[in-house]
């Protein structure tokens, strides 16, 4: 999972042919293994939101002030959106996970 997660970064930042992300990392040495597959959906989706830099995209398609807000906009409903995909998963995560939250009814 970890290489294809590093090849679909490789795809979007070709500048960065050798990202490591710092969180994923640190959470894998940790000795944590993948106990269920929402549990690596819900770490996915943290380390998307976190460790994705927008500088690039944003030097490209920013060029005044409309497209500016816009850019942010977009962005900012892009985070929306992963927050709640994570929100989703999160009654799902191992009991012993620090953002581990019971199903409200």
């Given amino acids: 999972m970890l290489v294809l997660f590093e090849a679909w970064l490789a795809d979007i930042y070709p500048n960065r042919k ?3 992300p710092p969180c994923l990392l640190v959470y894998m040495s940790k000795g ?3 106990q269920t597959i929402p549990h690596v959906e819900y ?3 943290k380390e998307v939101l976190n460790n994705i830099p927008l500088e690039d995209l944003y030097d490209a398609m ?3 002030e409309a497209s ?4 942010k906009s977009g962005a900012a409903n892009v985070a929306k959106l992963i927050r709640n995909l994570m929100v989703r998963r999160q009654h799902r995560l191992p009991y012993d996970h ?3 939250k019971q ?3």
């Fill in 98 to 100: 620090a953002d581990y």
């Fill in 18 to 20: 050798h990202y490591k």
């Fill in 32 to 34: 944590n293994r993948a």
């Fill in 43 to 45: 770490e996915v989706l």
């Fill in 68 to 71: 500016e807000r816009r850019f």
């Fill in 103 to 105: 199903k409200e009814d």
């Fill in 62 to 64: 920013v060029a005044d």
